[in-house]
Nanobody
Framework: VQLVESGGGLVQAGGSLTLSCAAS????????MGWFRQAPGKEREFVAA????????YYEDSVKGRFSISGDNVKNTVYLQMNSLKPEDTAVYYC?????????????????WGQGTQVTVSS
């Protein structure tokens, strides 16, 4: 499974961005998709996840109410709509995919990773 992210960039605080992640290859192996982020000098952290079966979504507390994850299983693409962005959201954002069925917040739930896309929020 290959994952390709797009949509990162530079935005002012309070602005919005939408990230996309397109999956290709053996997508039948993918049951869950998630977004993680990693800021300089910090660990990679969970942001949001989507379980294709049932469509349940999961969010890290600091992004609840601001970020929204959605997917198009015909296009094998997952999106992360990010609103009310803050400087502390600045990080490289990674798309991840897996089939373990949880725990969704754990990096170890995912077998496949994208190359990452930079999101920078200026104050």
């Amino acid at each position: 499974v290959q994952l390709v992210e797009s949509g990162g960039g530079l935005v002012q605080a309070g602005g919005s961005l939408t990230l996309s992640c397109a999956a290709s290859g053996r997508t039948d192996r993918v049951h869950d998709m998630g977004w993680f982020r990693q800021a300089p000098g910090k660990e990679r952290e969970f942001v949001a996840a989507l379980a294709w079966s049932g469509g349940r979504t999961y969010y890290e507390d600091s992004v609840k109410g601001r970020f929204s994850i959605s997917g198009d299983n015909v296009k094998n693409t997952v999106y992360l709509q990010m609103n009310s962005l803050k400087p502390e959201d600045t990080a490289v954002y990674y798309c991840a995919a897996g089939n373990a069925g949880g725990p969704y917040i754990s990096r170890w739930n995912y077998d496949y990773w994208g190359q990452g896309t930079q999101v920078t929020v200026s104050s």
